[in-house]
């Protein structure tokens, strides 16, 4: 049973810190892993997509990456701002039955102060 | 894309009485996900439409939960006699036809039973 662990459960820094999220999943015969943000109350917003050929993908300050064979992905956020504070998920896909179903770990609340 | 709608965002209802959610998907995304999360934790997922059919269900959809996708479009998720464990945030997903494709997630409905 597919099992995907996130640490760490919460974190504070201050504004301008660079920081990295890790991911950790048990089982590596994934099909992809996406980072989700959620704001307090609300829904998920889709970050990256790695598929699971691939090392890494990268937006603006956000950079994913992944080790399949390790099962880990880290999500580093550069210059980390007071509007980056959210939670932070992170799934992994697996392929079942002609869809995609995704597994989550229970996230890492990030807060960062001015 | 105008994005997974959901409705009602916030519904409070007292324990044994019956509630429906609606989802609407991103047009064109014939895939479509239900979720369940409850404080602290990351989504589980329960069920799964491909057009109008529902090709999974979790076992954590107990017979007093039924989900529709009538015409493929939009679809309802029904919970009767409800429990106060089923208190939680119930998200909508959609994703399109083909595989590894990002999946995106409405607001979600909260569910307070009371």
């Known amino acids: 049973k597919q099992e995907v662990t996130q640490i760490p459960a919460a974190l504070s820094v201050p504004e301008g810190e660079n920081l990295v999220l890790n991911c950790s999943f048990t089982?590596?015969?994934?099909?992809?892993l996406q980072w989700f943000r959620q704001d307090p109350g609300k829904g998920l917003t889709s970050l990256l997509l790695?598929?699971?050929?691939?090392r890494e993908q990268t937006s603006g300050r956000l950079n994913a990456s992944l080790d399949k064979s390790s099962g880990r992905s880290t999500l580093y956020i550069a210059a980390s701002q007071p509007g980056d504070s959210a939670t932070y998920l992170c799934?992994?896909?697996?392929?079942?039955?002609?869809?995609?179903?995704?597994?989550f770990g229970a996230g890492t609340r990030l807060a960062v102060h001015p | 894309d105008t994005g997974v709608s959901q409705d009602p965002r916030h519904k409070i209802t007292k324990r044994g009485q019956n509630v429906t959610f609606r989802c609407d998907p991103i047009?064109?995304?014939?895939?479509l996900y239900w979720y369940r999360q409850t404080l602290g934790q990351g989504p589980e997922f329960l069920t799964y439409?491909?057009?109008?059919?529902?090709?999974?269900k979790s076992r954590l959809l107990s017979d007093r939960f039924s989900a529709e996708r009538p015409k493929g479009s939009f679809s309802t998720l029904e919970i009767q006699r409800t429990e106060q464990g089923d208190s939680a945030m119930y998200l909508c997903?959609?994703?399109?036809?083909?595989?590894?494709?990002?999946?995106?997630f409405g607001e979600g409905s909260w569910l307070t039973v009371v």
């Open positions: 997903a959609s994703s399109r036809p083909r595989s590894g494709n990002t999946i995106y």
């Open positions: 089982d590596s015969a994934i099909y992809n």
């Open positions: 790695i598929q699971s050929s691939q």
């Open positions: 799934a992994v896909s697996r392929f079942s039955g002609g869809y995609n179903k995704l597994i």
């Open positions: 047009s064109e995304h014939n895939r």
């Open positions: 439409f491909q057009n109008e059919a529902q090709l999974e």
